[in-house]
């Protein structure tokens, strides 16, 4: 599996942007970018996913470096409710299995 | 239902017992996951179920693991002669096929 790298940490403040970055130099050409995060006690939920082009949904979203070896998670107003582990994930588009690894974990602070 | 259902929410053993978690996926999906995370630990993968075919058992630690999908819906997860390494939580994912992954609130085990 091609493999993610994330900071083990970040912090913002309520109602400011946040940019989570991920690494991805192997991504194949195949590859999905997907965004999962997960809330203290609780399972991961998806957040969004792209291929190439940017994305956006009512969540968040996700700019695709022009070479696909990087991308970047926005959540355009932070709130305390998105204090959570955020994982980025490479994923064939198919069904297959999704291997998270350590995630960012973001605190919101007032 | 509208989501993942599982069970038992809350498991609590003694070591060397045998224990069954239950996932009920959403209905129509095809894919079905299991993953565990102990505590303060990333999710690891354990068995992945796709339609008929052959389930990925890649990521089972051990042969004391095992799981089944019958009639390509609910799946069991029995861990056998349970040990307090096998102390996590145990989630269950499904999906339609097309990558994103619906989860549920997980089984926590607990191994005295």
């Known amino acids: 599996d091609a493999k993610t790298t994330q900071p083990n940490s970040m912090e913002s403040n309520e109602e400011e942007p946040v940019h989570l970055p991920c690494n991805h130099s192997t991504i194949s050409g195949t590859d999905y970018i997907h965004w999962y995060r997960q809330l203290p006690s609780q399972g991961p939920e998806y957040v969004i996913h792209?291929?190439?082009s940017n994305v956006n949904n009512r969540m968040a979203s996700l700019a695709i470096a022009e070479d696909r070896k990087s991308s970047t998670l926005i959540l355009h107003r932070a709130t305390l409710r998105d204090a959570a582990v955020y994982y980025c994930i490479l994923n064939t588009g198919t069904a297959s299995k999704l291997t998270f690894g350590t995630g960012t974990r973001l605190q919101v602070t007032l | 239902g509208a989501g993942v259902s599982q069970s038992p929410s809350n498991k609590v053993t003694e070591k060397g017992k045998d224990v069954e978690l239950r996932c009920d996926p959403i209905?129509?999906?095809?894919?079905l996951y299991w993953y565990r995370q102990s505590l303060g630990q990333g999710l690891e993968f354990l068995i992945y179920?796709?339609?008929?075919?052959?389930?990925?058992k890649s990521g089972l630690p051990s042969d004391r693991f095992s799981a089944e999908r019958t009639g390509g819906s609910v799946s069991t997860l029995t861990i056998q002669r349970t040990q307090q390494e096998d102390s996590a939580v145990y989630l269950c994912a499904s999906s339609l096929g097309t990558g994103e992954l619906f989860f549920g609130e997980g089984s926590r085990l607990t191994v005295l």
């Open positions: 209905s129509g999906h095809t894919a």
């Open positions: 179920f796709q339609g008929n075919s052959a389930p990925d």
């Open positions: 792209g291929l190439t």
